[in-house]
């Protein structure tokens, strides 16, 4: 008999089930996902971290709202029963709703919860608290928050890097030069958010490899691009790339290479921007030699990358941890100028995209919109916070913020209820975070495992993992939609979130408009009849539900020609104007310039961040923490994937601390410290340190975390006031030895 195939974020898989328990998982053949990834699930789905049963923190049972938050963490958590449970909480988001109303409800719940789009966590959540009466949300994302907001400004939409790629078809026999700002780290192509079938992206580059592309990449660390695509490597300091690409397009303006025709025609704000390069604005000439002091590179590197996108079909790339930084809005928007400069915007394997080297399945070229979702009504509180300004919101209950052109005003946070993300793995400064979680009155979690924020909860549900329940799953980017079967019965006495909510809107009087009356099967058919109805708008005939559920796949037909971003525009600039202010591409833009922030101005411009190698003290280092090779995010964590965290450095930093390799250090920053041991390559760049994110955060005396995150590290800053979007990147350190 055929294996059950489901899926994970990490790609798709077959199960081994026997006698009822998951016994082995391998990726789905042909797919490519990694097999270390996909051969952990048992492990996961047994893990002794899960949670058993429904908790609740000791001295939040005995006094509720009036208990001490500071204890979280540190209270026993005591095991009850699922009625009395539920119980409390309907009484609990009844009482907040009651006495400080809907926006004291804080439910955003940010986190990539699981695959499967039914049951994703954080879609249910939001769809219980928009049908409850209201909450506060949060808005945005870690990924690419700036990115999303600087997008619309300067393209008129974020698809971007939310959607939109030119594929990798196109670039295949058309790009002369690839050159991916960040790089285009083979880890990250082992995750899709929501789950792909291929994993082909290493496929990709070596065919274009193969059929003459050159691959240029720009990052402190040399391991950021697959070996066989033979790419020169030009490490500058981080977070200076909106530098050099400035100085480039300087340059590109001097040699007389620039397109002024493609400025006339598909942009506006073009002079402006030109009168910043030359200097006429700010006294300052953005040339190759200015650049190159900034990324500390020498101008002569500049000079060779400069004469090679002179010539032939140029695609430039960002990744998205580029934009995770201070001003990381102006990477995106300086990443634009470029392109647009060099004119071949929208054309066979030219212009620009981002997020190749971040996501797999990014220039994929599938069809889009085939993956249902779970709908989310509106919420009727109409409150929503940037996303990263979580802790600043639980400091400044009645602060009004700017942000993008208005305002939002922090409310007074009453009560956490969170489901399918951990934001002690995800927000930075996370002993600033720890002190602020313990204002509100009660901290509800659903989750399968006990991380950190749940152990910081004060009533826990224990959810399923996607391996317990039945849901339809894919990705966008993909051209597959899965079937997932339940493979075994829930682990202990964990729940689905969806019935979790279901009860809990049976005792708040919402069950009729949160569960419409179905149950997971009528859903799962429910949101299957709008794939059917969307693939035949396109043509296509998708599977009846009871196919789809034996057949497991569709594989879905790929778009008949090879997607190429701004294609359309480029071709009737009139028909299909974007959606900015002028239609066309603001290399400068009057709508930014009007919000009058001074960490903004109108056009892409440069602005030393907060923390960098050019204002570093002494030993200080550059940190950066990059996505986790063998997680994602924590998920993972609790698996023998699992190891103990590492800094890692260029060889020339050990001599200058009397470290050798393998030494236990205690890294810090002006917020916190954690503890790791020092590794070193030749990779990085010197002054630079690279951890990984993922390590699950414990905590401990002194601000120093035993667990090794990074996050006790980062700081909890905004991009900028544009799109208050997070700015991890941005962080300096110093290391020191301790005792083992
Ligand atoms: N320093 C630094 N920090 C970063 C980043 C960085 O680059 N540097 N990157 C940022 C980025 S881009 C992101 S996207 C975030 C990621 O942050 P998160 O998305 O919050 O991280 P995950 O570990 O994926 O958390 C998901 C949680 O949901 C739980 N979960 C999974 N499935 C279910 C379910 O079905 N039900 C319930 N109830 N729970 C479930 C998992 O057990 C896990 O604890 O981190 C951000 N943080
Ligand atoms: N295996 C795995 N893959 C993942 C994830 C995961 O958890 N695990 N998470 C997924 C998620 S949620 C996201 S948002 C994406 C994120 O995708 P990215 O943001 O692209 O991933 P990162 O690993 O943070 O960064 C990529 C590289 O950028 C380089 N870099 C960092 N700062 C700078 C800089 O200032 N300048 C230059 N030139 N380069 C810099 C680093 O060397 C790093 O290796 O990854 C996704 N992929
Ligand atoms: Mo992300």
Known sequence: MAKPISLCHWGAFEAEVSKGRLTATSPWKGGGADADMIGALPELVYSDRRVSQPHARESWLRHRDRSDGAARGRDKMIPIDWDLALQLA??????????????????????????????????????????FGGFTDQVGNYSWGAAQIILQHVVGGHEAVSGAATSWDSIAGNTDTLVAFGGLNPKNWRVTSGGAGFHHMPDHIERAHRKGTKFVIVSPVADDIPPQSNAEWIAPRPGTDTALMLGLCREM????????????RFCSGGDTLISYLEGKSDGQEKSLEWAAGIADIPVETLMALADRIETGRVMLTASWSLQRAHHG??????????????????LPGGGFTFGYGSLNAVGQGARKGLVPSLPIPGNPANMAIPVARLADMLENPGKTIAFNGGHVTFPDTKLI??????????????????????????????????????????????????????????SSRDPHVFFMPKLIDPVGQARNDFDIFSDLADLTGTSSTFTEGRDEDAWLKHLWRGTEEKASRQGL????????????????????????????????????????????????????????????????AWMAPAEWLGNAQGHELALLTRQPKKFLHSQ?????????????????????RTLAEGDPVRVSSPRGACLASITVSQMVRPGVAIMETGPWFVGGPADVDSGGNPNALTPDIATSTLAQATAAQTCLVTIEPVAD
């Open 90 to 131: 309907a009484e609990e988001v009844q009482r907040v709703r009651d006495t400080s109303g809907y926006r004291s409800i804080f439910a955003g719940s940010y986190g990539w919860s699981s695959a499967g789009r039914f049951h994703h966590a954080r879609s249910q959540v939001r769809r219980f608290f928009g049908t």
């Open 253 to 264: 303006l001097r040699r007389n290479r620039a397109d002024l025709d493609f400025l006339d």
């Open 329 to 346: 809005e102006q990477t995106h928007w300086a990443l634009i100028a470029l392109a647009a400069l060099l004119g071949q915007i929208g």
């Open 417 to 474: 209820y969170w489901a399918g993300g951990n934001p002690f793995h995800h927000a930075q400064d996370l002993f600033r975070l720890e002190r602020l979680w313990a204002r509100p009155d009660t901290i509800i979690v659903h989750e399968q495992f006990w991380t950190a924020t749940a152990k910081r909860a004060d009533l826990v549900f224990p959810a399923t993992t996607s391996l317990e329940r039945s849901d339809i799953g894919g």
């Open 541 to 604: 005939a998708a599977p009846e539900f009871e196919t789809l559920k034996e057949q497991n796949i569709w594989h879905v037909a790929p778009p008949e020609t090879p997607e190429i971003y701004l294609e359309a525009f480029r071709r009737n600039p009139a028909e299909h104007a974007l959606e900015t202010p002028s239609g066309r591409i603001e290399l400068a833009s009057p709508r930014i310039s009007s919000f009058g922030y001074d960490d903004v101005p109108g056009h892409p």
């Open 636 to 656: 993972l964590g609790q698996t023998s994937l699992a190891e103990a965290p590492t800094i890692c450095v260029h060889p020339c930093e050990l001599a200058k």
